[in-house]
């Protein structure tokens, strides 16, 4: 069974860098097939979709997102990351990690959440 | 890029049906099979119950199914249970390795 799990600091301070790592435990992110998402959630509203990453490296970025994000894999440790440059309170939301196959989510991580404040 | 656009609630009765309504564009929804729909209880994880349109995974009830006409994407959620409660949002893909997302309704079994 794919299992995902998120870990990272819960608070950062404006201007800086949101750091978080998935974790994936049952499947290999090497083995291709799926494609390495991150996704936020507003407090009380929809998702965004923030980007993916496939096994190769290749990354595909939110246009909205694109210029403050980095997504990239670290195979050793089957893990793969989300990096957010100069965040705002507007990037206060839960982030889940998720696996994109033919273009759905077919598994997700449970959230974390980050708050931006000083 | 807009979001696709969901009623923010829907209602029903135990028993009764509802149908939840996700509307795109020729460029997403209208122009693809890969709608996918997702149930999202409070403070957890979104699950896939729908994907291509109308397809099942494996463990998720034959209550729900889903549809497709035109630029908008339908769930309907059959014999409502206590348990159905929750959010969903769909998600559709939209070309050149781009996914968008809908913005979620809230269900309530009365």
């Known amino acids: 069974q794919v299992q995902l799990q998120e870990s990272g600091p819960g608070l950062v301070t404006p201007s800086q860098t949101l750091s978080l790592t998935c974790t994936v435990s049952?499947?290999?992110?090497?083995?291709?097939?799926?494609?390495w998402s991150w996704i936020r959630q507003h407090p009380g509203r929809g998702l965004d979709w923030i980007g993916y990453?496939?096994?190769?490296?290749?990354?595909y970025y939110n246009p909205s997102l694109k210029s403050r994000i980095t997504i990239s894999l670290e195979t050793s440790k089957n893990q793969f990351s989300l990096r957010v440059s100069s965040v705002t309170a507007a990037d206060t939301a839960v982030y889940f990690c998720?696996?994109?196959?033919?273009?759905?989510?077919?598994?997700w991580g449970q959230g974390a959440l980050v708050t931006v404040s000083s | 890029q807009s979001a696709l656009t969901q009623p923010p609630s829907a209602s029903g009765s135990p028993g009764q049906s509802v149908t939840i309504s996700c509307t795109g564009t020729?460029?997403?929804?209208?122009?693809?099979?890969?709608v996918s729909w997702y149930q999202q209880h409070l403070g957890k994880a979104p699950k896939l119950m729908i994907y291509?349109?109308?397809k099942r995974p494996s463990g998720v009830p034959d209550r729900f199914s889903g549809s497709k006409s035109g630029n908008t994407a339908s769930l309907t959620v059959s014999g409502l249970q206590a348990e159905d409660e929750a959010d969903y949002f769909c998600?559709?893909?939209?070309?050149?390795?781009?996914?968008?997302f809908g913005g979620g309704t809230k269900l309530t079994v009365l």
């Open positions: 998720a696996g994109v196959r033919n273009w759905r989510f077919d598994y």
């Open positions: 049952g499947a290999s992110i090497n083995s291709g097939g799926y494609y």
């Open positions: 990453i496939y096994y190769s490296g290749s990354a």
């Open positions: 020729s460029g997403d929804v209208g122009g693809y099979k890969y």
């Open positions: 291509e349109v109308n």
């Open positions: 998600v559709s893909y939209a070309g050149i390795n781009d996914l968008i």
